[in-house]
T-cell receptor
Framework: AQRVTQPEKLLSVFKGAPVELKCNYSYSGSPELFWYVQYSRQRLQLLLRHISRESIKGFTADLNKGETSFHLKKPFAQEEDSAMYYCALSRSGYNKLIFGAGTRLAVHP | ETGVTQSPTHLIKTRGQQVTLRCSSQ?????VSWYQQALGQGPQFIFQYYREEENGRGNFPPRFSGLQFPNYSSELNVNALELDDSALYLC??????????FGQGTRLTVV
C-alpha cells in the first residue's frame, strides 16, 4: 500500500536548535517526494521537492531509498519556522499527492 | 496573475443533503485536484481533472463527483452527505505536471 508516515504529531524546539522532521514512506516503485508547509492562517505551499535538491529557507531533505525515508532538516531553527509540515509523495510530478498526517513544529524563543 | 480561489469558505449542511464546492484555478492552469482534509489528518486525494476529463481518482465513493469547465474552474459535488464528510476541502491547480498551488479551502460541517 502507498503510505506516508510522519511519526511525530508535535515537535517542540528552542530557537537555534537543530530540527529534524521525520518522514517514512511505503511505495512500490520510485516515487517523487515533497515537503509542504502551512503557516498559521496561510494556505498549504510547497517547501521543497527531492528532485530539485535545493535548500529552501535553510531546510534540506535527503531521499534515502534504502530506509524509505525523506526527513526534513534544518541546523538552526527560527521562530518563523513554526508551522505545520506535511510530507507527501506522488508517482510522478506534483499531482495526485499522498500526504502524511503532518507534524506541527513549534519553535520557542 | 490570480491565485486559486475556493468558495464558499465555510458552510453547514444537514446529513443527507447535497453540496457543491467551487474552485477557480490559477490563470494558465489546466489541471485541478481536489483533496479532503479531516481534522488532524493530512489531505487525502479525491480526484483530478485535466482539460475537463477526470484523470485519476482516490478511494472515495461515487457520491463524490466533479466537473471541470472550459475555463478550467472546477466543482466538487457530494451527494447524500454523511457526518464523516465534515472536513476541509482543498483544491489545487497546476499546469500539467508542474507545481500545484492550493486554495485556502472550504470548511464543510455536516450536522
Amino acid at each position: 500500500a502507498q503510505r506516508v508516515t510522519q511519526p511525530e504529531k508535535l515537535l517542540s524546539v528552542f530557537k537555534g536548535a537543530p530540527v529534524e522532521l521525520k518522514c517514512n514512506y511505503s511505495y512500490s516503485g520510485s516515487p517523487e517526494l515533497f515537503w509542504y508547509v502551512q503557516y498559521s492562517r496561510q494556505r498549504l505551499q510547497l517547501l521543497l521537492r527531492h528532485i530539485s535538491r535545493e535548500s529552501i529557507k535553510g531546510f534540506t531533505a535527503d531521499l534515502n531509498k534504502g530506509e524509505t525515508s525523506f526527513h526534513l532538516k534544518k541546523p538552526f531553527a527560527q521562530e518563523e519556522d513554526s508551522a505545520m509540515y506535511y510530507c507527501a509523495l506522488s508517482r510522478s510530478g506534483y499531482n495526485k499527492l499522498i500526504f502524511g498526517a503532518g507534524t506541527r513544529l513549534a519553535v520557542h524563543p | 496573475e490570480t491565485g486559486v480561489t475556493q468558495s464558499p469558505t465555510h458552510l453547514i449542511k444537514t446529513r443527507g443533503q447535497q453540496v457543491t464546492l467551487r474552485c477557480s484555478s490559477q490563470s494558465g492552469h489546466n489541471t485541478v485536484s481536489w483533496y479532503q482534509q479531516a481534522l488532524g489528518q493530512g489531505p487525502q486525494f479525491i480526484f483530478q481533472y485535466y482539460r475537463e476529463e477526470e484523470n485519476g481518482r482516490g478511494n472515495f465513493p461515487p457520491r463524490f463527483s466533479g466537473l471541470q469547465f472550459p475555463n478550467y474552474s472546477s466543482e466538487l459535488n457530494v451527494n447524500a452527505l454523511e457526518l464523516d464528510d465534515s472536513a476541509l476541502y482543498l483544491c489545487a491547480s497546476s499546469l500539467e505536471q508542474f507545481e500545484a498551488f492550493f486554495g485556502q479551502g472550504t470548511r464543510l460541517t455536516v450536522v
